[in-house]
């Protein structure tokens, strides 16, 4: 930032217009103001997309912000130093012992993996030390304004024309900063907001007997206070399988509550872990249990953890209308405004493009709203169709088309209000990915990102990745247990850390794995001691 910059910013004023970094050196006007908000994966995979992959000539004019409200990038990786107490919220559900479930490959975006010797399913810190990563190997901090609270942003102007008005709180100065933008990038993450079912008599009984407590996995920190403690972790997703796993060895019961369709819901079955009893669906409380769908209670729990998911909510963009799971949807030509039922805001293209009727096409785009899919990834092919949008508008066909191929999306599904965001359709992320990046193939752009024409966008071994994770898994926490050298043996084989040599210990060791299995069955058949 130049310096005579920083002389403008201390002179700002309470309220003063934000003033940029960034703003084109060759004109007095940029071309375009885009405002990203968040800077967890989705928004830092945004900014590099416009700054490192779009042609440099074209984006020289463009200024580019990025508002993130914590005091550093990272998203959830970034742990929130205070010990949270409901109904504050905090900042990251992260807790200390929280590791990846997927291996770090898959987590990251082309050509850009985690350094040498790192786990390959690391600790929470190497993934913020990724991002932070990202942030300098393409000098993107200068775009990012930390402590920055977007708290409004109000379009003006009709479906042809406007801009966005943006309002933000500046945390260090306490002071509210103003701005206009033509693009707003929203990238703000849906893991902020608990979703919290509520059980008829659940605060009765929490209240019959002292020590008695209903909480939200966002407020899971550490599994030693469980000691002790009789434990009902409500949900078998990764939050529900990780805490069941760690609460175990503390607890003096462990159940987990799974609804019978929850075979068919969860992205993996929920494996078998010793200690950890499964009961079905809660129905209601009485005063001195949980009952569940079949009749049966547990009286001597204690301790509800939710394990139930988050709700998708965007409190700075007012104009959304709030509906509910129950509302139906009409369809896409006849939709006047952006709805959010709580998991599924609409109408966008492709989860991404907003085609709601209030605003000129292409103001407003989401980033990383997918769920099921491998987020790095997912991100850079939506901020690739995002940034040759706005290099180019007439890239995309008209709104009637892109409204049709919501339609059609949406009628390839049971329940388009209830699924939302996941990605379900036939080859899953990897699928979704490859179709937006198609659609810029298809329209003669190459390089930066886009492979050419016929060959696909994501590569073939996240595939592989994806598939294998849980194996993969179970394989690496295997050889954690062979001991370090073991270990050191493993991640020795990556030298310089590209995708390659990854691939190849991924692969290595999927194979490894299935021989172990194949050993031990055998062992078992023979009877030989394992
Ligand atoms: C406990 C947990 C474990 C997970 N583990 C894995 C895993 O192992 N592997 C995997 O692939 N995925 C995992 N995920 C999924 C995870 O959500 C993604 O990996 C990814 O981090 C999401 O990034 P994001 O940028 O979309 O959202 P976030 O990380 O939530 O980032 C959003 C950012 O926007 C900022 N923000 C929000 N509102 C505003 C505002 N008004 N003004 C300014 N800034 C704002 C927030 O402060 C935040 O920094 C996990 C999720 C959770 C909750
Ligand atoms: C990084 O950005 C700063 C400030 O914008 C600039 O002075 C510097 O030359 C950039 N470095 C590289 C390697 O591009
Ligand atoms: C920030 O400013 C508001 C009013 O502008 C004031 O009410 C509040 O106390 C201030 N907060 C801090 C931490 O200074
Ligand atoms: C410990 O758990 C068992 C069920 O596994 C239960 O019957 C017993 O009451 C619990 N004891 C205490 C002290 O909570
Ligand atoms: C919609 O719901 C959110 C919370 O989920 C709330 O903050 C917001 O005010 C609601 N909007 C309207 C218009 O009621
Ligand atoms: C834009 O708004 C006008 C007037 O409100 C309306 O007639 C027209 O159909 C709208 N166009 C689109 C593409 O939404």
Redesign the pocket.
Known sequence: MPNWFRLALSLLQFQAPLHLSRVSLTADVPDKRIAIVGGGTAGIVMLKTLVDDLPKDLTQTWEIVLFEQRDDVGGIWYPDPHTPHPPDLPESPLYPRLRTNTPHPSMTIPQFQFPPGTALFPNHAFVHQYHKSMISRWNLSSYIHLRHEVLAADWHGDNVSGHWQLTALDRTHNRTVHAGFDHLVVASGHNQYPYEPKFQGQQVWEASAPGRKVLHSIFYREPEVYR???VLVVGGGASGRDISQQVVRFA??TYVSLRSDSMRLLPLPFPHIPGVERVGAISHFTPHAPVFEDGTSLP?I?TVLLATGYELRVPFLSFIRNTSLSTPLPDPHDCDALTNNGRYLRPLFRHVLSLAPTHAPLALAFIGLPIFVSNGISDFAQALLVAHALADPALLPPASALLADLRAQEAALDNPARIGHRIVQPGGGTAYQDELVAILQDSGREGGGIPSRGTRFTEPWREFATRESGRLRLAWLKIEALGKDEVRKWLGSVKRGDEAEWVDLMERLAEWFKEQMWSSGTRRLIGAPT
């Open positions: 002790g403690r009789n003096n019961s001597q204690d």
